[in-house]
């Protein structure tokens, strides 16, 4: 027979942690800095469309952006908690 000595657990906790730390990683950012940008944004651009010219146009395309940036920083996360699922699953 053979004697397991804990270093496949030992992996698996370490893959657990590290899918637990990127999914609180990208929450992070997404709420502080791409929510936050987006809400920037949308705040400047009613502000400064009667100012400087283009300026609604370029920052709505900036809006956009950021807007796919989150939705791709979802999915991933989505993603990674679909794997820590079946990383806790497997252990069950």
Request: hydrophobic share 35%; charged share 25%.
């Amino acid at each position: 027979m053979k004697k397991k000595n804990g270093k496949g657990d030992e992996f698996k906790l370490a893959k657990k942690e590290a899918l637990e730390h990127e999914i609180d990683q990208l929450n992070f950012y997404s709420q502080s800095y791409i929510r936050s940008a987006m809400q920037t944004v949308s705040y400047a651009v009613p502000q400064l469309v009667n100012y400087v010219r283009g300026s609604s146009s370029k920052l709505c395309q900036a809006l956009h952006l950021l807007e796919q940036v989150a939705v791709a920083t979802e999915n991933l996360v989505a993603k990674l908690q679909s794997q820590l699922q079946s990383t806790k699953e497997k252990k069950g």
